[in-house]
């Protein structure tokens, strides 16, 4: 066996990048399909109840098809800075429309997540038309986490990862170590889901809030970076039993206050929104019955499905965005 010196040891430890997570991290994605349970109706409340956790378990399945699928990438993510200054008017919010004055490949190139959210919704409104239990799960499960994403700062902004900055790893940072260390202190009691008259309006709307809080988020985390040396920001501690090096609680906390609330702010609005969507959905579709719904019964093909990918998740890179390392 070769030994190396510990001195070489370190430096290799040392110089590799805090870890970071997939949109949200996957505890806040669960969190957030969760309680967005409790915002419903009661004519729905009732069967998403029963379901609660198979939906919170399944608001990570489009991470993990991000193991799987290279086309799932730019599902989670848009760069509004790609499309001029902000209100973003040249961006047609109109799928066909956008097509025609930029381009699919150019879209893809900056994501799709607005367009397919709402192209979701209507797949969700279909599914509550035709009773179809199954699917109502699965598609509000999937919609939760694209949703969710929206109200990132850094899925709707191009220097995503802090890549153009020298910030590495913010991406990460905010999403998922902030709320995984401070979520547990978070107000959630939430005002009850609302019908949306323009849903894609109402996303579009999410997503520029997102865009236009990504330049705090990055510069909050420089002045701070600035102000403490490197061994104060980082340190060795154990997540999801693994020892791994990542931002450390001294620093975390540092910048969880100079946010002033952000994340808690944006988790409760993504609660509302999810719920809002969901319920949304459902009006559209008439208000069926859903007490009356056959359990979903889910098939061997989408076991198969769910197996085939937490095995992938686990196993292959991330086919996407680079900065999101698994």
Not at 24 to 38: K, L, M, P, T
Not at 75 to 82: F, P, S
Request: proline share 8%.
């Amino acid at each position: 066996m070769v030994r190396y010196p510990l001195r070489c040891v370190l430096a290799c430890i040392l110089s590799l990048p805090p870890s970071a997570s997939r949109s949200w991290g996957f505890a806040a994605h669960r969190s957030i399909n969760r309680n967005a349970v409790f915002l419903l109706p009661p004519g729905m409340i009732g069967f998403y109840k029963r379901h609660i956790g198979w939906l919170a378990d399944h608001a990570v399945d489009p991470d993990k098809r991000r193991y799987a699928i290279p086309e799932e990438g730019p599902r989670h993510y848009i760069d509004l800075d790609r499309y001029g200054p902000p209100p973003y008017r040249s961006l047609p919010r109109d799928w066909n429309l956008a097509i025609r004055a930029f381009g699919e490949d150019s879209l893809l190139r900056h994501g799709i997540l607005p367009w397919w959210v709402e192209r979701m919704r209507h797949r969700l409104t279909n599914a509550f038309r035709e009773g179809q239990a199954a699917a109502i799960l699965k598609l509000s499960a999937d919609i939760g986490h694209y949703i969710s994403d929206g109200h990132v700062p850094l899925h709707a902004c191009s220097n995503h990862n802090g890549q153009f900055t020298g910030q590495q790893g913010i991406h990460g940072f905010w999403e998922s170590r902030l709320p995984e260390r401070h979520a547990s202190g978070y107000d959630f009691v939430i005002p009850r889901a609302v019908y949306l008259a323009d849903p894609s309006g109402f996303f579009w709307k999410r997503v520029t809030e997102s865009s236009a809080a990504s330049d705090s988020v990055l510069a909050m985390e420089k002045r701070l970076s600035l102000s403490l040396p490197p061994d104060v920001r980082f340190a060795y501690e154990a997540r999801n039993g693994t020892v791994i090096r990542q931002y450390s609680a001294r620093y975390s906390d540092a910048y969880h206050r100079m946010l002033n609330g952000m994340v808690e702010r944006r988790m409760r609005q993504s609660m509302h929104t999810v719920a809002s969507f969901w319920y949304t959905a459902w009006v559209d579709a008439g208000q069926p019955d859903l007490d009356s719904l056959r359990p979903p019964g889910f098939s061997d093909t989408d076991r198969a499905e769910w197996d085939s990918l937490d095995a992938r998740w686990r196993r292959d890179p991330l086919r996407g965005r680079s900065c999101e390392p698994p």
